[in-house]
């Protein structure tokens, strides 16, 4: 059963323009959730995060959205740069296990034309 | 500071031969993590290790196994190579509870033929 899910395997956009990744989870005891980029051939590197107790988080060009009544969270790129084009896996934790282990989505696949 | 290093990045098992993925890390990171991501998947957690000589088991680990004797080092062994561990390999470390200090390594990408 996926915990974590990204329904979107693509999107494109227009540069300049603004890119929106959604993901929505089913387990209620997640509590943290963070955005991972990755490019082909190398590992996912860490992008921005929100801690369930927030409803918004912004770094730049990118902000998170959280939606716990909806268990949706969102990823807002502005304005969308070709450098962005990269696969984004949303990812969830929770505290109380212990272990601070991510259970991730399958991803979704942004291009950003130029 | 190198970050995470895994090694080889690429290679070809026989259905049944062994091998040894190894990763290794210099920033010290307490917390230590193996997964696995097959084609348009997310990543799923095989093994982690909250410190030198402990392990435990993730989501995925039937068919693998971990030891941590060192900080530095974190191994994933398989034994017997299926079809079905055909998949992209990536190591991660991270800072304690930290999660967002989650750092992957460049992956070792494993075809079992």
């Known amino acids: 059963d996926q915990q974590v899910k990204q329904n979107s395997p693509s999107l494109s956009v227009q540069e300049g323009r603004i890119s929106i990744l959604n993901c929505d989870y089913t387990?209620?005891?997640?509590?943290?959730f963070l955005w991972y980029k990755k490019y082909p051939a190398e590992g996912p590197t860490f992008l921005i995060s929100i801690s369930s107790i927030k409803d918004k988080n912004e770094d730049g060009r990118f902000t998170v959205f959280l939606n716990k009544s909806a268990k949706h969270l969102s990823l807002h790129i502005v304005p969308s740069q070709p450098g962005d084009s990269a696969v984004y896996f949303c990812a969830a934790s929770y505290s109380g296990a212990g272990s601070y282990q991510l259970t991730f989505g399958k991803g979704t696949k942004l291009s950003v034309i130029p | 500071n190198a970050g995470v290093t895994q090694t080889p990045k690429f290679r070809i098992l026989k259905i049944g031969q062994s091998m040894t993925l190894q990763c290794t890390q210099d920033?010290?990171?307490?917390?230590m993590y193996w997964y696995r991501q097959d084609p348009g998947m997310g990543l799923k957690l095989i093994y982690y290790s909250v410190g030198a000589g402990i392990t435990d088991k993730g989501e995925v680990p039937n068919g693998y196994n971990v030891s941590r004797s060192t900080t530095e080092d974190f191994p994933l062994r398989l034994e017997l190579a299926a079809p079905s561990q055909t998949s992209v390999y990536f190591c991660?470390?991270?800072?304690?509870?930290?999660?967002?200090?989650?750092?992957f390594g460049p992956g070792t990408r494993l075809t079992v033929l």
């Open positions: 387990n209620s005891m997640f509590d943290y």
């Open positions: 920033m010290n990171h307490n917390y």
């Open positions: 991660a470390s991270q800072v304690g509870g930290a999660v967002d200090t989650q750092y």
